[in-house]
């Protein structure tokens, strides 16, 4: 019988001999649900999309370390997706018109993939439990990374916008940003005993990942990180600054450098670009990987095309120019003289 579940409300029926309970916006929803599986209607028909991801959505992502991204891209599909679309309706010919419009208003493929991905899962879960099938989704062509990087040029008129207008607390976030590589929820979580003998180790409870890294503190971040300690006595010294105070600090810069139409232009391109930097001064990609705590290499890959082209030095490694030991092509105490 239908019933209030916090501010939602839950429908109980058999189906099959096995209990599903099933949440719904209002009580009429949830009992016009009990009604249709009474009366034999399959519950493919019954299940709606949005009810269906609120109600499996701790299954699904509860212990992820970041549900609050797939709860915006569950959100943004809940845009194009009626509350009353049953499961069943949603065909492949459907998720590419929905892709179409998500694209029509300039969203990304990238971010248009995360959020087919989210909804691939709900599919999925909800083919397991005999609801519908799993209509074929077909993903979105995305770059090998991002093409936005902060130039040295930008680099020091940002330097120089957050001191004169004197946001101290900005500037020690960017530039710790910008010469650690981490995310920007690591620097508001990161520990003040975390922090010594010049280095920051960003632990895997706060990571995205499960993994744990020891990253160098050199230069503006090192001083950014002097800055921000003097700035607050917390345990997270960062966290004195709020989130939604930085980002509006942040769309001031933008503003200041008149690149309000530059949509690549965020806070997370301070991570891509130290990465960029790293590979494009040539060190190693497997360093680059436990620097920026990727989880495959694959990902580290994005970057191989910045890594310089000059192989003398690896061809060096393989090959030294011997003392020849004779003149005649083939002499066998020079084998690979060949003419």
């Known amino acids: 019988m239908a019933r209030p579940r916090g501010n939602k409300f839950q429908a109980d029926v058999m189906i099959d001999g096995r209990r599903v309970r099933t949440t719904f916006d209002t009580l009429a929803e949830a009992e016009a649900y009990e009604k249709a599986i009474h009366k034999g209607v399959p519950a493919s028909s019954a299940v709606t999309f949005k009810a269906f991801h609120e109600d499996h959505f701790n299954y699904l992502w509860g212990d992820n370390k970041c549900p609050d991204a797939t709860r915006f891209n569950l959100a943004s599909l809940d845009v194009f997706i009626p509350s009353t679309m049953p499961l069943s309706e949603i065909t492949t010919s459907y998720i590419v018109s929905i892709t179409a419009k998500m694209k029509q208003g300039g969203v990304s493929n990238s971010t248009i993939n995360r959020r087919l991905s989210a909804l691939s899962r709900i599919l999925k879960h909800a083919e397991r439990l005999e609801i ?139 991570r891509h670009t130290c990465a960029s930097r790293l590979v494009s001064n040539g060190i190693p990609l497997a360093k680059v990987m436990l620097w920026m705590g990727h989880t495959s290499i694959q990902t580290t890959m994005r970057y191989a095309h910045l890594a310089p082209h000059d192989l003398e030095e690896a061809a060096a490694s393989l090959w030294h120019e011997p003392i020849l030991l004779g003149d005649t092509p083939g002499h066998p105490e020079n084998p690979l003289r060949l003419g």
């Not at 280095?199 to 990253?215: D, E, G, I, Q």
């Not at 105070?245 to 949509?263: A, E, I, N, S, V």
């Open 132 to 270: 519908t099938k799993r209509p074929p989704i077909d993903f979105l062509r995305e770059p090998k990374g991002r093409e936005r990087t902060l130039s040295e040029t930008e680099e020091r008129k940002v330097d120089r916008y957050f001191r004169h207008v004197g946001l101290r607390r900005s500037w020690a976030v960017t530039f710790f940003l910008l010469y650690t590589g981490c995310r920007l929820g690591e620097v508001f979580t990161l520990h003040r005993d975390r922090v010594a003998n010049g280095k920051a180790m960003f632990h895997y409870t706060v990571t995205k990942t499960s993994k744990t890294r020891l990253v160098p503190l050199v230069g503006p971040a090192r001083d950014a990180w002097e800055l921000i300690c003097q700035e607050s006595d917390l345990d997270c010294p960062f966290s004195i600054l709020p989130k939604d105070t930085y980002r509006g600090h942040w769309t001031r810069l933008k503003q200041h450098l008149k690149l309000q139409g530059d949509t690549g232009f965020v806070p997370h391109m301070l």
